[in-house]
């Protein structure tokens, strides 16, 4: 990895409305890491899968915490937000539903791509 090359980071949230902090932290820490120019790949798994369906996240109603909403817009402007499979199927959530800019991928390709050499991966 040369000096210009971009980090990569992959963020992995499980959680939503049942572990709000651990929740915000995720989306603001791959927010963070995009603003600041790194390659930025997010993961929606678990109950946080729902932020993938436009207007069905949760409000987790944190003080003081920048809204999800807006921190997944510039994970959206500046990285790739995936929605697992499996966690999409399990809640009847169709590619269709999803979205603009969010893909619909399984276990295969999260492990693909926290096994390149220099990333860095994050699971909240």
Not at 18 to 47: K, Y
Not at 99 to 109: F, I, L, N, Q, Y
Request: with cysteine; net charge negative; charged share 15%.
């Amino acid at each position: 990895m040369t000096a210009t090359t971009p980090r990569s980071l992959v963020v992995k949230v499980t959680c939503a409305a049942d572990a709000p902090e651990r929740a915000n932290q995720a989306f603001t820490v791959a927010a963070s890491a995009a603003a600041a120019g790194a390659q930025v790949s997010l993961w929606l798994t678990g109950d946080a899968a729902w932020w993938a369906v436009p207007g069905r996240g949760p409000e987790l109603g944190l003080e003081h915490a920048t809204a999800v909403e807006d921190l997944l817009s510039v994970v959206l402007s500046a990285g790739r937000v995936t929605l697992c499979t499996q966690c999409a199927a399990r809640r009847g959530i169709a590619e269709a539903d999803v979205r603009a800019g969010v893909r619909v991928a399984g276990a295969a390709t999260f492990a693909e791509e926290v096994l390149v050499d220099g990333v860095q991966a994050l699971v909240y």
